[in-house]
T-cell receptor, first 112, second 113 residues
Framework: GENVEQHPSTLSVQEGDSAVIKCTYSDSASNYFPWYKQELGKGPQLIIDIRSNVGEKKDQRIAVTLNKTAKHFSLHITETQPEDSAVYFCAASKEAGTALIFGKGTTLSVSS | DVKVTQSSRYLVKRTGEKVFLECVQDMDHENMFWYRQDPGLGLRLIYFSYDVKMKEKGDIPEGYSVSREKKERFSLILESASTNQTSMYLC????????????FGAGSRLTVL
């Protein structure tokens, strides 16, 4: 089955710096790659996603890139703010409606 | 807004007890999922369901069962709770059509003594 590896497990940055989280996946049939953010005491929430027919997608300060050949995708957060501090999860799945397989998560701390 | 409600935020049970974790969603989603979250292990899929009375095993189904008698409700059952089932349990739902976007509940933190 699918296996998703996520790095780093923890990341500390200064406010205003950029943060990058990387994931690799094992199943070449996977074609949907979302990123979820989990704040303390809450369930994860989708922040951005990308499909295999697209190489990059941006939404304000966050962007995701996908390299299907290498089977890896990354989350980029620019101009980080303290409210970006949370646990971030990457995930992969083969098609809409199928179960997502998640990475182990990255705890991002942004200090002011 | 889609809402996924997990009835219990915190539960404390004893070893051997039967435990029910309830999850209800209010937006007519076909798919429902139970994940377990542990520090350093991320989110691991226990069971999922694509339709009423239908269930599929995820990556870690041992020690768990599920029930989906109605479209909006998906229950996770621990037949005989053990201490290694102490964890945060997250329920999620999604539509079959379109994007595979999961909406999560706030979680149920279970402690088994």
């Amino acid at each position: 089955g699918e296996n998703v590896e996520q790095h780093p497990s923890t990341l500390s940055v200064q406010e205003g710096d950029s943060a990058v989280i990387k994931c690799t996946y094992s199943d070449s049939a996977s074609n949907y790659f979302p990123w979820y953010k989990q704040e303390l005491g809450k369930g994860p929430q989708l922040i951005i996603d990308i499909r295999s027919n697209v190489g990059e997608k941006k939404d304000q300060r966050i962007a995701v890139t996908l390299n299907k050949t290498a089977k890896h995708f990354s989350l980029h957060i620019t101009e980080t703010q303290p409210e970006d501090s949370a646990v971030y999860f990457c995930a992969a799945s083969k098609e809409a409606g199928t179960a997502l397989i998640f990475g182990k998560g990255t705890t991002l701390s942004v200090s002011s | 807004d889609v809402k996924v409600t997990q009835s219990s935020r915190y539960l404390v049970k004893r070893t051997g007890e039967k435990v029910f974790l309830e999850c209800v969603q209010d937006m007519d989603h076909e798919n429902m999922f139970w994940y377990r979250q542990d520090p350093g292990l991320g989110l691991r899929l226990i069971y999922f369901s694509y339709d009423v009375k239908m269930k599929e095993k995820g990556d870690i189904p041992e020690g768990y069962s599920v029930s989906r008698e109605k479209k909006e409700r998906f229950s996770l059952i621990l037949e005989s709770a053990s201490t290694n089932q102490t964890s945060m349990y997250l329920c999620a739902s999604s539509l079959t059509s379109g994007a595979n976007v999961l909406t999560f509940g706030a979680g149920s933190r279970l402690t088994v003594l």
